[in-house]
């Protein structure tokens, strides 16, 4: 099967990108072997970050911090509140903050300054610097010099100042600056979330630090006894204007009353209570009685009125209604009378009859008594009426003077309510006046009794030990710094690595079969683009007999590694060309000096060293690096025999050893057509004649990036082996040529990884992959010292 004939689509697919396989998860394996891969790097950068650790250990100043701390008391709040004008108690973070402030301000700064003479102390204004500090120093001076900033206005004329305000300005100046670095350099912050405020101050000096901590705090401390002072003070002076003015102001209120209840009479009882209002009350009172009396008088008159109209006749029948008034016993007896007068009457007309003489006095002395009794009834009535009218007329009276009280009390009424108007802003005045009377007595007292809100629990002390720079931290940061720079390069080493490591890639990246690695031999290449040397001593120098046992490594080690990979490279081909008599080799590379002719070389060496009949040819015409390397002096090569149509018999030259036939290119100087020498019939030819004698013909083609050269001989050629320098050939580059190149692309048989360092190459290959285990390939393989030494001989 002729595996150059397939077609594209039937080849194996280039992959879409080059940049993976597209998966979203993260690739732990692969991370770990990028660590493996760049450890040294990462460990050379740890170890530069710590020697700069130590360099800035050695050239920086030690700095001592003293710290003193402050308390916020409460109890003492409480203590100065009961007396105080105003309560002040602190019970926010915000009123915490207000005290950092404070203690950071340019007034306690210029107290602390003026106490300790700072601006005049050179420790202090001009402390040593580390190294770094310096450094950062010139740049900026350098800068400043480059690119002066604008000249501050007036300093330009010092000079014309007499000499004592000239030091007069210094002086201010430095001061200035004292106080603007103190204050940036002094450190106040609250621990946690107590009251508690740490003041600390940090210099190359621990006498120093321990002398500024101790001045601020004792500032701070006369601070807040001085404003609580000042604070009492100016309550009292306010509170003193203000008392004289709520003493007169209450006294007139107090006047301004009793004028007013003495022009309204508004005079009161001993409860409290308004004359007026108590009149009014009695009258109501003595109406409510009266109403009563003059009901019950109506209700006997009309009463003893309707009997009396009655007529006479019922009047014995309705006095007994009656018979519980005042003329009741009259009344009585003549009733009493009457019914024994009336019971002897039916008796005697009962017995005699109506007409009897004794029935006729008894009716008459019947009637009598009834008109007597309707007599007493008619003047009872009349008694009853004269009550009556006596009553309604007292009711009548108690009225009007009810009305007429009414009046007089709704008018003082009103007078109460701007009475006790008055009266209350008069409390009022006076209950102020108090007040404020007791608050200056407390300012007062208070002026002799000043008492600070804080309280210094922990005195400045001489630090014993530098605060910084510390040795452990400094250390551990420059090594994580190192170590970060290093995974930095790391990376970047990685982001660049665009070249193939691993059969793997050959395979995912550009869809080849990989062939195999072919491990450095001898010392460095030399480059094949070297121009021709035909002096003998330089044909026989130590550089060109190096060259020549590169040429012949399959031949002098054919238990090497990369013999091994030369024969796994001729199976590929016996493979795909199964059934061909002659076989037509070309050997390629994308890029000049990745060893594509020592792998020709050695290729045909095996083939040769194998007992196959094998033609070597140097189809690099420009650059004829195989013949160079090999070390052959010919008159005529490969364009010679093509251009006069000569046979393959006409040029070469056989390998005494292996019986290997090689065909030299000789360099004529420039010569720019070599791309249609290889494609002419006179190379058809040629190639078809030297087919019917050899069994395999290898092929050292041009590279196929700078010249067209192996695509001009492509069709000729039955398969391609693609040499790639291993960590130097762009995996991209290869890609972009198969891709414009299909032609050749499918005569591609394979790839091989050439140069390799077996060493590296384990860090490149994935877990379990083979890469990993070259190492214990080494019984199956020559050593790498032996093929050195059987290369130098």
């Given at each position: 099967?002729?595996?150059?004939?397939?077609?594209?689509?039937?080849?194996?697919?280039?992959?879409?990108?080059?940049?993976?396989?597209?998966?979203?998860?993260?690739?732990?394996?692969?991370?770990?072997?990028?660590?493996?891969?760049?450890?040294?790097?990462?460990?050379?950068?740890?170890?530069?970050?710590?020697?700069?650790?130590?360099?800035?250990?050695?050239?920086?100043?030690?700095?001592?911090?003293?710290?003193?701390?402050?308390?916020?008391?409460?109890?003492?709040?409480?203590?100065?509140?009961?007396?105080?004008?105003?309560?002040?108690?602190?019970?926010?973070?915000?009123?915490?903050?207000?005290?950092?402030?404070?203690?950071t301000s340019t007034r306690l700064a210029a107290v602390v300054v003026d106490k300790l003479k700072l601006d005049q102390n050179d420790a202090f204004m001009n402390p040593p610097q580390s190294?770094?500090?310096?450094?950062?120093?010139?740049?900026?001076?350098?800068?400043?010099?480059?690119?002066?900033?604008?000249?501050?206005?007036?300093?330009?004329?010092?000079?014309?100042?007499?000499?004592?305000?000239?030091?007069?300005?210094?002086?201010?100046?430095?001061?200035?600056?004292?106080?603007?670095?103190?204050?940036?350099?002094?450190?106040?912050?609250?621990?946690?979330?107590?009251?508690?405020?740490?003041?600390?101050?940090?210099?190359?000096?621990?006498?120093?630090?321990?002398?500024?901590?101790?001045?601020?705090?004792?500032?701070?401390?006369?601070?807040?006894?001085?404003?609580?002072?000042?604070?009492?003070?100016?309550?009292?002076?306010?509170?003193?204007?203000?008392?004289?003015?709520?003493?007169?102001?209450?006294?007139?209120?107090?006047?301004?009353?009793?004028?007013?209840?003495?022009?309204?009479?508004?005079?009161?009882?001993?409860?409290?209570?308004?004359?007026?209002?108590?009149?009014?009350?009695?009258?109501?009172?003595?109406?409510?009685?009266?109403?009563?009396?003059?009901?019950?008088?109506?209700?006997?008159?009309?009463?003893?009125?309707?009997?009396?109209?009655?007529?006479?006749?019922?009047?014995?029948?309705?006095?007994?209604?009656?018979?519980?008034?005042?003329?009741?016993?009259?009344?009585?007896?003549?009733?009493?009378?009457?019914?024994?007068?009336?019971?002897?009457?039916?008796?005697?007309?009962?017995?005699?009859?109506?007409?009897?003489?004794?029935?006729?006095?008894?009716?008459?002395?019947?009637?009598?008594?009834?008109?007597?009794?309707?007599?007493?009834?008619?003047?009872?009535?009349?008694?009853?009426?004269?009550?009556?009218?006596?009553?309604?007329?007292?009711?009548?009276?108690?009225?009007?003077?009810?009305?007429?009280?009414?009046?007089?009390?709704?008018?003082?009424?009103?007078?109460?309510?701007?009475?006790?108007?008055?009266?209350?802003?008069?409390?009022?005045?006076?209950?102020?006046?108090?007040?404020?009377?007791?608050?200056?007595?407390?300012?007062?007292?208070?002026?002799?009794?000043?008492?600070?809100?804080?309280?210094?629990?922990?005195?400045?002390?001489?630090?014993?030990?530098?605060?910084?720079?510390?040795?452990?931290?400094?250390?551990?940061?420059?090594?994580?710094?190192?170590?970060?720079?290093?995974?930095?390069?790391?990376?970047?080493?990685?982001?660049?690595?665009?070249?193939?490591?691993?059969?793997?890639?050959?395979?995912?990246?550009?869809?080849?079969?990989?062939?195999?690695?072919?491990?450095?031999?001898?010392?460095?290449?030399?480059?094949?683009?070297?121009?021709?040397?035909?002096?003998?001593?330089?044909?026989?120098?130590?550089?060109?007999?190096?060259?020549?046992?590169?040429?012949?490594?399959?031949?002098?080690?054919?238990?090497?590694?990369?013999?091994?990979?030369?024969?796994?490279?001729?199976?590929?081909?016996?493979?795909?060309?199964?059934?061909?008599?002659?076989?037509?080799?070309?050997?390629?590379?994308?890029?000049?000096?990745?060893?594509?002719?020592?792998?020709?070389?050695?290729?045909?060496?095996?083939?040769?060293?194998?007992?196959?009949?094998?033609?070597?040819?140097?189809?690099?015409?420009?650059?004829?690096?195989?013949?160079?390397?090999?070390?052959?002096?010919?008159?005529?090569?490969?364009?010679?025999?093509?251009?006069?149509?000569?046979?393959?018999?006409?040029?070469?030259?056989?390998?005494?050893?292996?019986?290997?036939?090689?065909?030299?290119?000789?360099?004529?100087?420039?010569?720019?057509?070599?791309?249609?020498?290889?494609?002419?019939?006179?190379?058809?030819?040629?190639?078809?004649?030297?087919?019917?004698?050899?069994?395999?013909?290898?092929?050292?083609?041009?590279?196929?990036?700078?010249?067209?050269?192996?695509?001009?001989?492509?069709?000729?050629?039955?398969?391609?082996?693609?040499?790639?320098?291993?960590?130097?050939?762009?995996?991209?580059?290869?890609?972009?040529?198969?891709?414009?190149?299909?032609?050749?692309?499918?005569?591609?048989?394979?790839?091989?990884?050439?140069?390799?360092?077996?060493?590296?190459?384990?860090?490149?290959?994935?877990?379990?992959?083979?890469?990993?285990?070259?190492?214990?390939?080494?019984?199956?393989?020559?050593?790498?010292?032996?093929?050195?030494?059987?290369?130098?001989?």
């Amino acid at each position: 099967m002729n595996y150059a004939n397939f077609p594209l689509d039937k080849r194996m697919p280039l992959p879409n990108s080059d940049a993976g396989d597209g998966d979203d998860f993260i690739d732990i394996e692969r991370l770990l072997g990028m660590a493996a891969r760049q450890a040294k790097v990462v460990g050379v950068c740890a170890i530069i970050g710590l020697f700069l650790g130590l360099l800035y250990l050695q050239t920086t100043p030690p700095k001592f911090v003293s710290v003193s701390s402050v308390l916020i008391d409460e109890g003492l709040n409480k203590i100065v509140d009961d007396i105080s004008a105003a309560s002040t108690t602190m019970q926010t973070d915000s009123a915490i903050l207000s005290q950092i402030e404070i203690l950071t301000s340019t007034r306690l700064a210029a107290v602390v300054v003026d106490k300790l003479k700072l601006d005049q102390n050179d420790a202090f204004m001009n402390p040593p610097q580390s190294a770094l500090a310096q450094g950062v120093g010139m740049i900026r001076g350098l800068i400043q010099y480059v690119h002066p900033s604008q000249a501050t206005p007036g300093v330009g004329d010092i000079s014309k100042l007499d000499p004592a305000a000239r030091d007069a300005l210094i002086a201010t100046s430095r001061r200035d600056y004292a106080i603007l670095k103190l204050q940036n350099e002094i450190r106040a912050d609250r621990v946690g979330r107590s009251y508690v405020i740490a003041l600390g101050y940090q210099a190359t000096d621990p006498g120093l630090a321990k002398a500024i901590t101790k001045a601020y705090a004792d500032a701070y401390l006369a601070d807040q006894l001085d404003a609580s002072f000042d604070a009492t003070e100016r309550a009292a002076v306010w509170l003193q204007g203000r008392l004289t003015e709520l003493r007169e102001s209450s006294q007139q209120a107090s006047l301004a009353v009793e004028k007013f209840r003495a022009e309204h009479g508004l005079s009161a009882n001993s409860d409290g209570q308004l004359m007026s209002d108590k009149q009014l009350a009695d009258l109501n009172a003595q109406l409510i009685v009266a109403q009563a009396d003059t009901a019950r008088a109506s209700a006997r008159y009309q009463q003893y009125k309707s009997i009396v109209d009655s007529g006479s006749d019922n009047a014995f029948k309705d006095a007994a209604i009656s018979s519980d008034q005042p003329s009741s016993a009259v009344i009585a007896a003549l009733k009493t009378r009457y019914l024994t007068v009336a019971k002897r009457q039916q008796d005697v007309e009962a017995n005699f009859g109506p007409q009897h003489p004794q029935a006729v006095a008894l009716a008459k002395e019947k009637a009598d008594i009834s008109a007597q009794i309707f007599g007493e009834l008619k003047q009872l009535t009349q008694n009853y009426r004269n009550e009556y009218e006596v009553a309604l007329a007292r009711e009548t009276a108690l009225r009007a003077n009810v009305a007429a009280a009414q009046g007089k009390s709704s008018i003082d009424n009103q007078s109460q309510v701007k009475l006790r108007e008055l009266d209350q802003k008069a409390t009022a005045l006076t209950t102020l006046y108090q007040t404020f009377l007791g608050r200056y007595e407390e300012a007062a007292q208070q002026q002799s009794f000043p008492v600070g809100k804080i309280r210094i629990i922990s005195d400045a002390s001489t630090p014993l030990a530098a605060s910084s720079p510390r040795t452990v931290i400094v250390l551990g940061l420059s090594l994580v710094l190192g170590v970060l720079m290093g995974a930095g390069f790391g990376g970047l080493n990685e982001f660049n690595e665009r070249f193939f490591r691993t059969g793997d890639e050959v395979r995912d990246r550009v869809g080849l079969k990989f062939l195999g690695y072919l491990p450095t031999i001898g010392s460095k290449p030399t480059k094949e683009d070297k121009p021709d040397e035909p002096d003998l001593k330089v044909a026989r120098s130590p550089a060109a007999i190096e060259r020549r046992a590169r040429m012949r490594v399959s031949i002098d080690a054919p238990a090497s590694m990369f013999s091994e990979t030369l024969r796994s490279a001729k199976i590929a081909f016996d493979v795909v060309m199964e059934g061909q008599a002659s076989r037509v080799i070309g050997v390629v590379s994308v890029l000049p000096g990745e060893g594509k002719s020592t792998v020709a070389a050695n290729l045909a060496g095996l083939l040769a060293a194998n007992g196959a009949r094998t033609l070597l040819i140097d189809g690099d015409l420009r650059n004829p690096g195989l013949s160079r390397s090999l070390g052959m002096e010919a008159e005529q090569g490969l364009m010679e025999a093509v251009v006069s149509g000569q046979t393959w018999q006409s040029v070469g030259k056989i390998d005494r050893q292996t019986k290997l036939a090689i065909i030299p290119a000789v360099s004529r100087g420039h010569f720019s057509h070599t791309s249609e020498l290889l494609s002419s019939a006179g190379m058809r030819r040629f190639i078809e004649n030297a087919k019917e004698t050899f069994e395999y013909i290898v092929v050292d083609l041009p590279p196929l990036g700078p010249v067209v050269d192996a695509k001009a001989f492509a069709p000729l050629v039955d398969g391609f082996v693609l040499v790639a320098e291993w960590g130097r050939t762009p995996r991209a580059m290869v890609r972009s040529m198969l891709e414009s190149e299909p032609y050749v692309a499918n005569k591609i048989v394979g790839a091989v990884l050439n140069k390799v360092d077996l060493k590296k190459l384990a860090k490149y290959g994935s877990f379990g992959a083979s890469e990993k285990f070259f190492d214990k390939y080494s019984s199956y393989y020559l050593d790498k010292s032996e093929v050195r030494s059987k290369t130098a001989a």
